[in-house]
C-alpha cells in the first residue's frame, strides 16, 4: 500500500505544478457554477412575473373579459392563432363564448401546448382572469338572494410566508455535486492514463518497481481527490449563492461523502476507460456518455426516490444524499451504509478491471 500512495503523491504533485489547469480548475466551478444558477434564476423569476403572451380569439365578450387581464395576460395580435401557438409566438389561444347576445360569458376556452411550461402557466393565468371576471357576476346573484360570499366560503385561506428556502439556486446543489464530481475525476484519469500513453511516460512507468495494483491504486487515489475536491468547490459556490447559505456542519459531511462517493465511481470508470484508448481526446470523446448517463440518472432521480433500491444504485444514491443534506436534512444510517458500500464495492470492480488493462496494448 506504501507503494500506491508513492503514486498518488507523484501524480498529486505532477497536478499542482500545472498552476495553469490547478487556477483553472478552482476558478471554472467557482465563478460559472453560481453564474448559471442565477441567470436560470433570473429568467425563471421574469417569466413568472411577466404577463404570459396569448392569443385571443376576437368574439363577443372578449373584450369585457380582457378588462381583468391587467398583469397577467398580455394579448398578442396574430394573422393565425393556431398556427402562432405552434411555432411559439404565444403561450396559448383563448377563445370566449358567450351564452347570448349581451349575456354573461358561458365558456373560455385555452388551447396550450400540453408540455410547454409557458403554455401551463398561461392556462393558469387565464384561470385567474376568469375568476377575476366571475366573481362580481357571483356576489351579484349571491345579493339578489339575501346572500353573499362568505357564506360560500366558510373556510378561509390566508397565506403566512416565512422565511426560507433554497431558492431554484439551492435546489441545483445535488446536481452540481455530481456532475462536478464526475467532471473532475474523469478529466484527470484522462490525463493520468491515454495522455501518458501520448507523452510516452506511459511505458516507463510500466517499468517502475510497483505491482499494478499498486500503479492503479495510486492514480485512483488522485482521480478520486481531484473529483471530490473540484466537487467540494463547485458545490461550496453554489450554496453561496442560494438564498438559503451554507448548511450546518452535519450536512456539509453528508455532501462532501456524497461527491467522494460519485467521485469515486467516475475516477475507477474514467481511469478503465483511458486505459483503452490511445490518446486523451478518445479518453475524453468516450467518458462523456459516462457523464450524461450519470446527469441523467441524477436529474431522473425524483421518480426513483421512493424506489426501494435505489439506496444500492451507485451515483443515485450519491444524489438522493446530497438531495437530503442541501434540504437542510440527514439522510438515515442505513442509507449512508448503503451509498459507502456500493459505491464501494463497483469502485473495487472497476479497479480490478483496470488492473488487468494496464498491460493492455
Not at 284 to 311: E, I, N
Not at 328 to 343: I, K, M, Y
Amino acid at each position: 500500500m506504501r507503494r500506491a500512495w508513492a503514486v498518488a503523491a507523484k501524480e498529486l504533485l505532477d497536478l499542482s505544478r500545472d498552476r495553469r489547469a490547478l487556477l483553472l480548475g478552482l476558478l471554472v466551478p467557482a465563478l460559472s457554477v453560481p453564474l448559471l444558477s442565477l441567470l436560470v434564476e433570473a429568467d425563471t423569476s421574469r417569466r413568472l412575473s411577466s404577463p404570459a403572451r396569448v392569443a385571443v380569439v376576437r368574439s363577443a365578450g372578449a373584450e369585457e373579459l380582457l378588462r381583468f387581464a391587467q398583469g397577467l395576460v398580455e394579448a398578442v395580435p396574430v394573422a393565425d392563432a393556431q398556427e402562432a401557438l405552434r411555432t411559439g409566438q404565444v403561450s396559448a389561444v383563448v377563445e370566449v363564448r358567450q351564452a347570448d347576445k349581451g349575456g354573461a360569458l358561458q365558456e373560455v376556452v385555452v388551447r396550450y401546448r400540453a408540455r410547454d411550461p409557458e403554455g401551463l402557466v398561461a392556462r393558469e393565468r387565464v384561470a385567474q382572469v376568469v375568476a377575476r371576471y366571475s366573481l362580481p357576476l357571483v356576489d351579484r346573484a349571491l345579493r339578489a338572494h339575501g346572500l353573499d360570499r362568505e357564506a360560500l366560503t366558510p373556510v378561509r385561506l390566508r397565506d403566512e410566508p416565512v422565511p426560507g428556502g433554497a431558492g431554484w439556486a439551492g435546489s441545483l446543489v445535488p446536481l452540481v455535486v455530481v456532475v462536478w464530481s464526475f467532471a473532475g475525476a474523469s478529466l484527470v484519469a484522462a490525463d493520468l492514463t491515454a495522455g501518458e500513453k501520448e507523452r510516452g511516460a506511459w511505458d516507463i512507468l510500466r517499468c517502475a518497481p510497483v505491482s499494478r495494483w499498486s500503479l492503479v491504486a495510486g492514480k485512483f487515489v488522485a482521480c478520486w481527490w481531484a473529483g471530490t475536491a473540484l466537487a467540494a468547490v463547485a458545490t461550496a459556490a453554489q450554496l453561496a449563492a442560494s438564498a438559503a447559505g451554507f448548511p450546518g456542519i452535519p450536512q456539509a459531511v453528508v455532501l462532501l461523502l456524497a461527491a467522494a462517493c460519485a467521485s469515486a465511481l467516475a475516477g475507477g470508470a474514467s481511469l478503465a476507460v483511458g486505459m483503452v484508448s490511445r490518446s486523451a481526446r478518445e479518453a475524453h470523446q468516450w467518458t462523456f456518455p459516462l457523464y450524461l448517463l450519470a446527469m441523467a440518472g441524477a436529474t431522473g432521480s425524483g421518480s426513483l426516490a421512493g424506489w426501494p433500491p435505489a439506496a444500492a444504485v451507485p451515483v443515485l444514491n450519491a444524489f438522493l444524499l446530497a438531495q437530503r443534506a442541501a434540504a437542510g436534512g440527514l439522510p438515515e444510517a442505513s442509507q449512508l451504509a448503503w451509498a459507502v458500500a456500493t459505491s464501494a464495492a463497483a469502485c473495487a470492480l472497476l479497479l480490478a478491471t483496470c488492473t488487468r488493462l494496464v498491460d493492455r496494448e
